[in-house]
């Protein structure tokens, strides 16, 4: 991590927290952040170019932008006030001066629905070991006399699709079908399963981004999940269950040994065509979506075949449970290989 000697940027915010004057830059109110013409907040150019960045809570420095959503923007940040040793803030006399880097999100006005029940899914999960990302604090900022909802949470790297060996895809599978495994037990769908969502840290894998999950006794919407990873049932419009969360889990396996993705339409029709493409009209047996399934993974791995082909059966009724799929022998041999 950056000391106040090796970021300049660093060491010039956090002359603001100890007492040092700054000039309006005219362009923001002082704060370093703007609102866009989208309703997304982002940080000021000219504050940015004369080597100050904001600082939220004079706590959260925020040191650029990641990426942006539907719903919000993602700012990579660091928490000034917590001490990596102390592991809390910093004690009396510590001088260690490596502070936690963690993720801000920042809602749109439009989107703080997403938000709460973000919160709500995260603290039901309690109990998933590590594999969802954590949650350290929220707040509200306003910008542009317009008031956006923040959301601090752990910071942790993207993973990518590559054309990868089998236990890459089965430890990325044994972590995710943790979470899905409570979340089903308690009747939340996550909804946005994707690659992008995906993300490690702590030696784990872990499932981000709960912002469009369906809760349990909720109205549920009609349409979810990413268009490439989106259920025949969700793009013909009918009812859907926790399954669906199965079949991207399907679609994101696919994409992480492969590379490619196996259905990619601009829309749902063209996706639902794709789909009956593959599978035809009829319902289809096990083994048939096996073969087929087994065709374009191109590979020798016939318990993994036989897992991805399990989760992408587009009928919803026959389609694998996730408590069931933990079963499997794919990934028995991933769980006896971290007994041994």
Known sequence: MFTDEEDPLYAVTLGRVRGGRERECGRCDGSSLVM?????????RVCMERKRS???????????????????????ARDIYFCVSCR??????CRNSG???????????????????????????????????????????????KSFLCV?????????????DGDFVRRVCADLLGVLCVLHKRKIIHGDIKTENVMQGGGRYKLVD?????????????????????????????????????????CLLFHLATGKYIFKERTDSGMMKQIVSL??????QAFEVEEKIGQLLGTADSAFVSFVSLL??????????????????FLLFHIDKQIQ
Not at 39 to 44: A, D, I, M, R
Not at 109 to 138: F, I, Y
Not at 279 to 284: A, D
Not at 313 to 326: D, G, H, I
């Open 36 to 44: 866009d013409g989208a309703g997304y907040v982002e940080l000021c």
């Open 54 to 76: 904001a600082l939220l809570l004079g706590r959260y420095f925020v040191i650029r932008e990641i990426q942006r959503g539907t719903h919000s923007a993602t700012f990579k």
């Open 88 to 93: 809390r803030s910093p004690r009396r006399g």
């Open 99 to 145: 502070h936690r880097d963690v993720c801000v999100k920042v809602l749109r006005p439009q989107s703080e629905g997403t938000g709460e029940k973000e919160w709500r899914a995260l603290w039901m999960l309690g109990g998933c070991g590590g594999n969802v990302c954590e949650v350290m604090d929220h707040f509200s900022i306003t910008v542009s006399a």
């Open 152 to 164: 601090v949470m752990e910071f942790l790297q993207p993973i990518r699709a590559r054309h990868s």
């Open 210 to 250: 709960f912002g469009l999950c369906v809760l349990r006794g909720k109205k549920k919407p009609k349409k979810i999940q990413s268009r490439f990873f989106r259920a025949p049932e969700v793009l013909r419009g009918e009812d859907y269950d926790e399954k669906t969360d199965m079949w991207s889990l399907g």
């Open 279 to 284: 599978f035809g009209k009829r319902p289809i």
């Open 312 to 329: 992408l059966n587009p009928s919803p009724e026959k389609r694998v449970s996730s408590q069931t799929a933990l079963c499997h022998p």
